[in-house]
C-alpha cells in the first residue's frame, strides 16, 4: 500500500462504501463496512490538523490545538469500528482524562489555562501562547515556582515571550489581567532570563512604532512616521523609547489635524505629558535642520 494523501480516499474498492475513516493513532485509513485498510499512511496536506469523532454519528471534524494537547503518557481507550460498546467506551474515557489531569502538577495545570487566559485578553498571538506554555513547563520541572507568586510568575513568563518574539507589551498592560506585583515581576523575568542564559534585548522605540499609530487610527501616517524616527535618530539614544513614539504620535497629529491631545498619548503610552512635550521640541530641532 503507498502513501496517499487522505482528501483522495473516496470510497472503498472492495464494498463501494464511502464510509471512510482515519485513525488518528496509526494513521491507516479504512472502510467501516468491511474493514479493508485502503492505506497504512495517508497524510493530510491541510492547513490545520483534523480528527474524525469515533462516533458514527458525528462527522464534525475538529481541530485540534497543539496548546490543548497533554504531552505526557495517554491511554487509548475502545475500538475506532467497536460501535456496540460506545457508551461504555465513553464512561473509560471521561474517567481516565480526569484521572490524568489529577496526576498532573497542580501548577502546571492551573498555569496552563491561566496563561491562554492572560493572552487571550492582550490579544497576543499564538506563537507567545505556545512560547509561554513551554517555558512554564520547563519551569515547572526545575521547581522554578517554590517560593515565588504564582501570578508573579505567570506575568514574567509572558513579558518574557513577549521580550523574546518582539512583541511590545508593557509589564503594568500584562499585571492588569492579574494580581502580580510590577516590581516582582520585573525581579522574576530577570531571574527567568538568567536561568535560560537569554537576556533580550529592550524593547526600541520602532518596535512600539507601529502598535501605538495603529492604536491612534493613523495607519496612514505610518510611513511618515517611520520616516521621522530615522531622519531625528532619536531610537537608541537613551531616550524613552515610548517617549519617542509619543512625540511621533502628538507631532503628526499636530501637523495633520488629527487633534490627538497629550493626554491622551501619556494615558495610553504610559508616559507624563512633560515626555511628550519635549520629544515634540525634540523632532521639531531636527526637521527644522
Known sequence: MKDMRWA???????????????DKYTTEVLCKECGLI?????FDDLSEIYSIDDSINNTNRNIIDNLRRDDTLQTYVGNILDMNNEKKNYKLKKTNTRERY???????????????RIC???????????????????????NFFHGRQFDNVLAAIIYYSCRQFRIPRLISEIIKTTDANKKKVRRTYLKIA?????????????????RYVNEFNMTNELTMAKKILNDTSLDGSGKN???????????????????????????????????????????EKHIDV
Open 102 to 116: 489529577y496526576e498532573q502538577s497542580q501548577y502546571l495545570t492551573d498555569g496552563i489555562v491561566e496563561i491562554k
Open 194 to 210: 538568567k536561568k535560560t542564559n537569554n537576556i533580550q534585548k529592550p524593547f526600541t522605540a520602532e518596535d512600539y512604532l507601529t
Open 38 to 42: 485502503l492505506s497504512d499512511h495517508a
Open 120 to 142: 487571550s485578553l492582550l490579544l497576543l498571538p499564538k506563537s507567545i501562547k505556545v512560547s509561554s506554555i513551554s517555558l512554564f513547563k520547563l519551569l515547572d520541572n526545575e
Open 8 to 22: 483522495e480516499i473516496d470510497s472503498c474498492p472492495e464494498c463501494g462504501s464511502k464510509k471512510i475513516v482515519r
Open 241 to 283: 523609547p515610548r517617549g519617542v513614539v509619543g512625540g511621533i504620535v502628538r507631532y503628526i497629529s499636530k501637523n495633520n489635524g488629527n487633534h490627538i491631545t497629550q493626554k491622551e498619548i501619556s494615558s495610553k503610552l504610559n508616559i507624563s505629558t512633560d515626555v511628550i512635550r519635549q520629544r515634540v521640541k525634540d523632532i
